[in-house]
């Protein structure tokens, strides 16, 4: 295992981020959780996490991240660079659900959980990646999402989307980033029903009126939620991904899984992704770019 790494989390306030945080500091890196209102909002979750780190003598650190602001994120990354001298890794977890016909979405609305989504990391990689470059050494782990690939239920419209977007852009920026050694993962967790606040703190569109209109609809998703619920196994839980993650960064450089599936659903993410692993590499290889499908390793 690389050990004291220093890791940057995004979204680090609760669920499988907090739970990264934790994980990564137990192992022994110096982690960054990051979040937002960390005076205001989140206090509470701040101290509990400093609380947490002190009482175990673990190096995690909480600092103010908001990914819908650049000045914000520019300002995470120079702290710890200033606090650490280096930055190794990033995991992209920040992100928030959206759940409704999609129709009853304004575009803006929309927009929004791209924002979110995808444009969060994006100002978090404008913020990081010179630093990255000029170690030319680093690591950005994306957790995704199984509906890039899987199955998944009617009205995640916003959401699916947003979490395509993003993993074409990690997947865009794996082979831009590779010459400069740095390397890409991406983490994909499946549905869980418990353990995080994913579902229960899902956004809505405010067009309630086209969004009534579904009525004949009603009940589905409290349907779809019982079946999911019945199928999970008694082992699914979110610190499976928290300990992938774990695993994945402490691996030597260079050797880490380009995607991970943590799916105990089993919804067609993982066949799925064999198959475009394939192409990808295959496609890599006809076109002259292969050396592209690892980071240049120092």
Do not use: C
Request: proline letters at 5%; zero cysteines; glycine letters at 10%.
């Amino acid at each position: 295992m690389q050990n004291n790494q220093v890791i940057l989390v995004t979204g680090a306030s609760s669920g499988i981020g907090r739970l990264s945080a934790q994980s990564l500091a137990t192992a022994g890196h110096t982690v960054y959780a990051s979040m937002r209102g960390v005076t205001t909002k989140n206090a509470a979750r701040a101290r509990e996490l400093r609380d947490w780190s002190f009482a175990r003598g673990l190096d995690l650190r909480v600092v103010e991240l908001d990914v819908l602001s650049q000045p914000s994120a520019d300002a995470a990354v120079a702290t710890v660079v200033a606090e650490q001298g280096r930055l190794d890794g990033l995991v992209h977890n920040a992100g928030h659900l959206v759940v409704g016909p999609a129709e009853a979405f304004s575009p803006e609305e929309m927009m929004a959980a791209y924002d979110t989504n995808v444009l969060g990391a994006q100002r978090v990689n404008r913020a990081a990646l010179p630093v990255l470059r000029a170690q030319q050494k680093g690591l950005l782990l994306w957790v995704g999402s199984t509906t890039t690939r899987g199955g998944f239920p009617p009205f995640l419209g916003p959401y699916a989307a947003a979490k395509a977007a993003m993993d074409s852009l990690a997947v865009t920026m794996s082979w831009e980033l590779a010459r400069f050694g740095i390397e890409t993962g991406i983490v994909v967790p499946g549905a869980f029903t418990n353990g995080t606040g994913h579902f229960a703190n899902a956004g809505g569109p405010a067009d309630s009126e086209t969004a009534a209109a579904y009525d004949r609809y009603v009940g589905l998703m409290d349907q779809i939620g019982a079946r999911l619920s019945a199928l999970m196994p008694p082992e699914a839980d979110p610190q499976a991904v928290a300990d992938e993650v774990t695993r994945i960064v402490g691996l030597p450089h260079g050797e880490r899984p380009f995607r991970s599936v943590v799916d105990f659903l089993d919804d067609g993410a993982a066949a799925v992704t064999d198959v475009a692993e394939r192409v990808r590499v295959d496609f890599a290889q006809r076109i002259g770019i292969a050396d592209l499908l690892r980071p240049v390793v120092a």
